[in-house]
């Protein structure tokens, strides 16, 4: 008995949800791992299974293999499985599962649902698990049917009913697998679909629903009803919306001329393709124009929508964009001699600010610690490997083409960076630090000269 509850004691939030994430993915990577998940002969090595279910269940996208083709049927449902549990959340999963079969969620889950959803306290968190649940399946769902129609004219129905559900979930989750290897020679995934605004809505559409959150989709479905959008949710859409169209002019100017991207599309196609572009960047992972082949102002400019991300509670990583329009803020309102700040006539408390400030420093030096890491160890361009370390931390899944051809250390450390891009680093340091004591008293104030 008193092991049991040294054990509840030990096992805070932040642990289980860590730990949660490392059973999901090593269950991943040893089904990934077998024969049967391959179309081959020659089954995954144990690094690349493990790279693949991380990079799944972590909804990041990069992958070390062509799912399209190196995948069995078998192998690409275990993918879409991770995928899915990796978006909504195994915590949500397992919540689900508990109501189905009525049992009480008691107050130490309800804390970890907290914690997995970032959600701002433990009121109506069960009834926000609910409308997650349903909502992401209600989205997927018609998702799928719309994509199948269009998929429907490439390809014989029942293939393109399974494209169409593989590629929902995939984008929804803001994963960016796709799977077109399997009806090519090699893949090059929604390229083809850069002049078809159908598929180019559609996919859009699905990202930036599953990168704004749950709790801003439930604030939208309930404006009817209530007539206003909570504090989170203005900021989470106004940043967004603001992102989204800086994003999308920035592309258009720097990739206007190149002929490797925009040059040779009508001009509605150029901007259709740079809005696709800025609107998945920040955390979509599937693109319709090579990367590879921007000017390298643009390759940069999207590390910094990457390393940005999406929203908390959502599917997508990076340091968030409420972290983002904090630290702006904050900029502004010294900039201005002012004291708080301020967001549609709300002041953020300094706690918060301070913890925006935190996580974008623990951010930032991962992201430098682990370009330097494969600087020594890959032989690549400097600029393809801070995009692949960004794009790894922010969970996009975009690549320059680096990732087939990392190295083993290379594919664990990125492997590694996944995972704390997925759980964040402020979560995994509450994880791994004992719980402090709250101290008795306070050191006297000092005086230090700043810029």
């Known amino acids: 008995m008193k092991k049991k509850k040294l054990l509840r004691f030990l096992l805070t939030p932040p642990k289980i949800l860590v730990l949660g994430f490392v059973l999901i993915i090593f269950t991943g990577a040893f089904l990934l791992s077998s024969p049967l998940a391959t179309s081959g002969v020659e089954s995954l090595s144990f690094v690349n299974a493990i790279f693949m279910a991380t990079s799944a269940t972590c909804v990041t996208g990069l992958a070390v293999i062509d799912p399209g083709i190196h995948l069995s049927t078998f192998g690409e449902l275990v993918l879409l499985f991770l995928v899915q549990i990796g978006g909504i959340g195994f915590t949500t999963m397992a919540t689900l599962i508990a109501l189905l079969f009525n049992k009480r969620i008691s107050l130490k889950e309800r804390l970890i649902l907290q914690q997995a959803m970032n959600h701002g306290s433990m009121e109506g968190i069960v009834r ?3 409308k997650v649940i349903l909502y992401s399946l209600l989205i997927e769902l018609i998702g799928a049917i719309l994509l199948t129609f269009r998929f429907a004219m490439d390809m014989p129905f029942w293939k393109a009913a ?17 799977i077109f290897g399997n009806i090519r020679e090699f893949s090059i995934g929604f390229n083809s679909y850069v002049n078809d605004p159908y598929i180019n809505l559609i996919i859009m559409v699905l ?9 801003v989709i439930s604030d939208l479905l309930s404006y009817r009803e209530t007539r ?8 989470v859409l106004s940043t967004s919306v603001f ?3 800086f994003g999308t002019l920035v592309i258009y100017m720097f990739e206007y001329s190149n002929q490797n991207t925009l040059q040779a599309l009508s001009e509605p196609g150029k901007l259709m393709a740079s809005l696709f572009q800025s609107v998945t960047t920040r955390s ?3 693109t319709t124009l090579d990367i590879a082949s921007m000017r390298q102002s643009t390759q940069f400019f999207m590390i910094i929508l990457m390393f ?3 929203a908390p509670g959502s599917t997508g990583g990076g340091i968030k964009v409420t972290t983002f329009a904090i630290l702006i803020g904050a900029v502004f309102t010294m900039a201005r001699g002012k004291e708080d700040v301020v967001f549609f006539r709300y002041r953020i408390a300094k706690e918060v600010v301070y913890k925006a400030i935190t996580l974008t420093l623990l951010s930032f030096i991962l992201v430098i610690a682990f370009t ?3 600087s020594v160890t890959e032989d690549h361009h400097f600029l393809s490997i801070l995009f692949e370390t960004t794009s790894a931390f922010g969970t996009s899944g975009i690549t320059m083409g680096l990732t087939q051809q990392l190295s083993p250390v290379g594919k664990v450390a990125i492997t590694f960076l996944m995972f704390l891009g997925r759980i964040g680093p402020l979560t995994l340091a509450y994880a791994l630090t004992p719980k402090q004591q709250k101290p008795t008293f306070r050191y006297p104030e000092g005086k230090i000269t700043i810029g």
Do not use: C, E, P, Q
Request: net charge positive; charged share 10%; proline share 0%.
């Open 128 to 130: 926000l698990i609910r």
């Open 228 to 235: 206003k959008l909570s504090l989170h949710s203005k900021i």
């Open 372 to 374: 330097m890491l494969l």
């Open 308 to 310: 940005i991300g999406a």
């Open 207 to 215: 990202i930036f629903l599953g990168g704004i959150g749950f709790i």
């Open 243 to 245: 992102l989204i169209v």
């Open 284 to 286: 979509g992972g599937i």
């Open 162 to 178: 399974y494209f169409g559900i593989f590629h929902s979930i995939s984008t929804f989750n803001n994963a960016g697998f796709d």
